[in-house]
């Protein structure tokens, strides 16, 4: 278990150069009455491993559809990149192309190859008649199999993903948001649902593209032990108000939010997630 | 039995009462008639063999006018049915789209055939685009309805790639509705066979026509062989198509029915 200390350290000053995700007091609801999210305001560097943590229902998904587009907030400020994030937007259209989104139920097409879901990340570099043929180019192929490789599903390209275990499902989903060539990686709960070993195996070679990518990996988990050993910052949603944002340095777990929060404040709600 | 239900069940026995005085539909009538047919049916037992190669021959046109008629309506129908589907269209395309289809379906194929008929005049012709029409209408509907059944999980996924429609339609819609639509065709081919089998009546072609014409002149006889032939044709295509879907169309373990390759 990791050390708790508590310090006011200046690095983790909220001023940068280089935010790729801004959330300025965004409230959101999917009815009238209730919002799902309220007052929250975020602000993520290039390049970091941030978690999402939080039980259910208290906002987690709502907060990635939000930043590719496929929500709009009531009200509030979001910059992807300094882009508003909006399906209509154009700009933001071509941006999605490069933002990998796994959502908590992946998303994959059940009826085709594993190929073909990991090409669909490739779809916006094809042509009308590559994609229409399922001609695809030599290149294309070429980054698929490393990344399948990468994956581990190497000798599966041509299994139809309804015959996939959940292990290699998420595998499957995971290669297709790489093959977008991503900046941003968003990812939702996708190991909650897996044993341990299988659960880091995947966190790890998420960690590894991370690096090497230079990706920014916005990652939704229900366990709070996951999300300290892989994030570097850890945000805790709690009925739809981000309640606390830690920074993880090694073994030194910096809150840099509210200087009032105490040691055993944050040990309670690592518990109470944990436990979840 | 509550008080309720028998009310409910009181007025539509009335309704029934007074729907068959309206209509002239008379039990009595009905057991006097009962002799007429014994004798239709004597006649019918003098089945005349020597007709049953005319009878194969009109029941294989009919056949083909069912086959074209279906693979053509079919091929019209999806793209219909893309542009019907709720889930990829604003109301502005689907509403008009489902709004012509629904006028195409408030037709049966035999008036469609009168209909035809009067444009292109009596023949087999006349028939298939009866069958046409009839198909594209049921098949779109069908179609456009497994389409807005998929799972809006990875439509949502791959949306979120900001991919073209095309490839969405590519690479979710198409396999996605694709394990109903073998199983569509199926039946709608079956069903256009029975169908065709009648277009006849109104001199569109067919097997029907024979038929008609053979009860016009009293020959039950003859009609009898030709009914004959329809009624094992339509049950042989029926046994054909179940043993077509159970091989082709498997059940996966997530009690979905997937396509097999
Ligand atoms: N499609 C939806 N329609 C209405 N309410 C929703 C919908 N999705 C989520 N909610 C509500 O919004 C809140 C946050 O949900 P969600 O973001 O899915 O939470 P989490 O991912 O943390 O479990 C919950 O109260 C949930 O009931
Ligand atoms: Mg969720």
Redesign the pocket.
């Known amino acids: 278990m990791k050390q708790i200390q508590m310090t006011q350290n200046p690095s983790f000053s909220l001023i940068s150069t280089n935010k790729i995700i801004q959330m300025n007091n965004v409230w959101t609801?999917?009815?009238s009455k209730?919002f799902?999210?309220e007052e929250i305001n975020l602000s993520i560097d290039r390049g970091t491993n941030y978690a999402?943590v939080?039980?259910?229902?208290?906002?987690?998904?709502?907060?990635?559809?939000l930043m590719n587009g496929m929500m709009i907030p009531s009200s509030g400020t979001i910059k992807i990149d300094y882009v508003t994030p909006n399906m209509d937007n154009k700009k933001f259209k071509k941006m999605m192309h490069t933002i990998g989104y796994i959502p908590?139920s992946l998303g994959l097409v059940k009826n085709i190859t594993v190929l073909e879901n990991i090409m669909i990340g490739a779809l916006p570099r094809l042509n009308k008649i590559q994609s229409m043929f399922k001609q695809f180019p030599e290149n294309e192929i070429k980054e698929a199999k490393r990344i399948i490789s990468l994956v581990g599903l190497t000798g599966k390209e041509e299994r139809k993903a309804y015959m996939l275990s959940g292990g290699e499902k998420r595998r499957v989903a995971i290669a297709r948001a790489l093959m977008q060539k991503p900046t941003i990686l968003l990812a939702?709960?996708i190991v909650s649902e897996l044993d341990h070993v299988t659960a880091r195996e995947i966190m790890n070679l998420i960690a590894e593209a991370q690096k090497r990518m230079n990706l920014t990996a916005i990652m939704?988990h229900h366990d709070m032990q996951l999300a300290l050993e892989y994030a570097n910052r850890v945000a805790v949603?709690k009925e739809?108000h981000k309640i606390l944002e830690i920074g993880v340095e090694g073994d030194t777990i910096v809150d840099f939010q509210t200087g009032d929060m105490n040691t055993d404040e944050i040990m309670e709600m690592y518990d109470d997630d944990s436990k979840k | 039995m509550t008080p309720k239900n028998n009310i409910v069940i009181g007025i539509i026995v009335a309704l029934v009462v007074v729907a068959s005085y309206n209509v002239d539909a008379n039990p009595i009538e009905f057991a006097e008639g009962l002799p007429n047919l014994a004798i239709v049916l004597e006649e019918m037992l003098l089945v005349e063999p020597k007709y049953i190669p005319t009878a194969l021959w009109a029941m294989f046109e009919t056949i083909q006018m069912a086959f074209i008629g279906t693979v053509v309506g079919t091929a019209i129908a999806l793209p219909l049915s893309m542009l019907a589907a709720r889930n990829l269209n604003s109301k502005y395309v689907y509403a008009p789209v489902r709004a012509l289809l629904a006028a195409i379906r408030t037709f049966p194929s035999i008036l469609w055939a009168i209909l035809f008929v009067i444009m292109v005049g009596l023949g087999t012709f006349a028939g298939v685009l009866a069958i046409v029409m009839y198909t594209v209408g049921f098949v779109a509907k069908l179609q456009y309805e497994s389409i807005e059944a998929i799972d809006s999980d990875p439509m949502d996924a791959v949306s979120s790639i900001g991919v073209s429609k095309w490839q969405l339609i590519r690479y979710v819609v198409i396999p996605e509705s694709a394990s109903h639509l073998l199983s569509q065709i199926l039946y709608m081919f079956d069903y256009n066979v029975r169908q065709t089998s009648i277009l006849g009546l109104v001199g569109a072609g067919g097997i029907g026509f024979y038929i008609i014409n053979y009860i016009k002149f009293f020959e039950y006889g003859k009609a009898a062989v030709f009914m004959l032939v329809v009624l094992v044709t339509v049950l042989f295509i029926d046994w054909v198509s179940v043993k077509i879907r159970d091989k082709y169309i498997i059940k996966s373990q997530h009690g979905m029915e997937v396509t097999a390759k």
């Open positions: 609801s999917y009815d209730n799902a999210l999402i939080g039980q259910s229902g208290s906002g987690k998904s709502t907060l990635l559809k908590q939702d709960e939704v949603i739809g």
